[in-house]
C-alpha cells in the first residue's frame, strides 16, 4: 500500500513544481477570468480544482532532503502510512 502511495505523492509533488513553474513563466493564469495571454491555461484547463492546485504546490514545497527522510522514517515503520496528510 505504501508503494502506491508513494507514486502518487511524487506524482503530486511534481504537479506542484510543475505549476508554479508555469506561474512563473506566466503560462498558467489565477483564475479563468484573467487569461494574460491567449495561450495561457487557467487550472481549471489542466482537470485540476484550486484547492488540488495548492495542495499539490504545497507539497512540492518541501524540501527534497525533508520530504525523503520523511518517507524513508514512514516506510521503516510497517505500523504507519504514509499519507499527503502525514507529509504536512
Do not use: F
Request: hydrophobic share 35%.
Amino acid at each position: 500500500m505504501n508503494s502506491a502511495a508513494k507514486i502518487m505523492l511524487d506524482a503530486r509533488r511534481k504537479a506542484g513544481e510543475t505549476l508554479r513553474a508555469m506561474k512563473k513563466r506566466v503560462e498558467l493564469a489565477e483564475n479563468q477570468h484573467c487569461r494574460s495571454q491567449p495561450a495561457t491555461s487557467t487550472i481549471e484547463d489542466l482537470g485540476l480544482s484550486k484547492s488540488q492546485s495548492s495542495r499539490y504546490q504545497q507539497q512540492a514545497s518541501i524540501s527534497d532532503e525533508e520530504y525523503q527522510e520523511w518517507v524513508a522514517d514512514v516506510l521503516a515503520n510497517e505500523m504507519r502510512e504514509l499519507t499527503a496528510y502525514g507529509l504536512r
